[in-house]
């Protein structure tokens, strides 16, 4: 082999390596990634900041699933358990300001339509009830933000739907009743 014919070999074989490289990249960013990071659920602090982070599961009520979730501290994992069985015990509160009552809202205000305003703007109000008993916004929100942060999030969200349907029924929809 001459060393021109082993130069280009080599050439071929660093090509190959790189095409391939550049392959395999192409299908990674494709495909949708989730870089998941163990992170505390109730603060979101992750670990160089956290040395180790505690596991701890939670048995849902009713129900054979059951839930593993990291913490920094005993506190925080006091914390969660407390949310988590806080949510198990409302969440059919939540369900029912969330969807139901909406709902049945909406319908009571196509079938009175001279009400159509102040029960639909109504909808505002049981929606942010919902949020502001039990502020579920969603779990990819939670792993971003941790549930404390979430939980505030979706407090105050509740709290100003709640005052942007009574600010509408107040300024629109009485005047229907008139
Ligand atoms: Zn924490």
Redesign the pocket.
């Known amino acids: 082999m001459s060393s021109e014919e082993e130069t280009n070999q080599l050439t071929d074989e660093v090509d190959t390596t790189e095409e391939k490289v550049v392959s395999e990249y192409q299908v990674d960013s494709e495909m949708p990634v989730e870089v998941i990071e163990p992170r505390?659920y109730?603060?979101s602090?992750a670990k160089p900041e956290i040395k180790e982070l505690l596991e701890s599961k939670y048995q849902k009520r009713n129900q054979e699933e059951i839930e593993f979730f990291l913490?920094?501290?005993p506190e925080?994992e006091n914390r969660t358990e407390k949310f988590l069985r806080f949510a198990d015990k409302f969440y059919l509160i939540y369900i029912a300001f969330m969807f139901v009552v909406p709902v049945i809202l909406l319908a009571i205000a196509f079938i009175i339509p001279q009400h159509i305003f102040s029960f639909g703007f109504s909808i505002f109000i049981s929606l942010g009830l919902g949020l502001a008993i039990l502020p579920l916004l969603g779990n990819q929100l939670v792993k971003n933000i941790g549930l404390k942060r979430s939980n505030l999030l979706g407090r105050i969200l509740g709290v100003i739907l709640i005052i942007i349907g009574v600010i509408l029924i107040l300024t629109f929809g009485l005047a229907y009743f008139e």
């Open positions: 505390c109730w603060c602090k913490s920094c501290t925080h």
